[in-house]
């Protein structure tokens, strides 16, 4: 029965991406980008400054139950996320993961989102990218406003 399979997994009420889609406010909800299937999100608990997320806008499921459509907008904001990152912060290099489950540290269960961090030479290399430990050179919205006029340009 595949549509048990692909039931939402948790309540939408309560999940912090299904809430920053509908409040209608994407600046205040650190949203970057909206596509039809997909949204960029800037993290709200960043790893390092410029830590952003791709999610499906569909609430229930993960890498295995997203459609062709939805991995092609997520990985498509990925790369338009990657640009601007590269744009506003020229880091050296990025990590892009997706953590699934609790025990592999994914802090929402409900949305497939790849993760977008941006590393520089000599940052906090021995810090693990999934870790508890978090770097904050920046506030969030001077960020919003830098990596929304990268992705402008
Ligand atoms: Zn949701």
Do not use: K
Not at 50 to 58: D, E, K, P, S, Y
Not at 94 to 122: I, M, S
Not at 123 to 145: Q, S
């Amino acid at each position: 029965m595949p549509y048990v399979s692909t039931a939402p997994t948790g309540d939408p009420g309560g999940c912090v991406f299904c809430n920053a889609r509908s409040g209608g406010d994407d600046r205040a909800a650190l949203i970057l980008r909206r596509q039809e299937q997909a949204f960029l999100i800037l993290n709200a608990f960043p790893y390092a400054c410029g830590h952003l997320m791709a999610v499906t806008a569909r609430h229930g499921g993960g890498l295995r139950e997203a459609s062709t459509a939805e991995l092609t907008e997520v990985m498509a904001l990925v790369q338009v996320g990657m640009r601007a990152l590269s744009r506003a912060y020229r880091p050296d290099g990025f990590n892009v993961g997706v953590n699934e489950g609790r025990v592999a540290g994914a802090g929402v269960l409900d949305h497939l989102h790849v993760h977008v961090v941006p590393r520089w030479n000599g940052d906090t290399n021995f810090i693990p990218v999934l870790g508890e430990v978090r770097v904050l050179p920046e506030a969030l919205d001077v960020t919003y406003d830098r990596l929304s006029a990268a992705l402008d340009s």
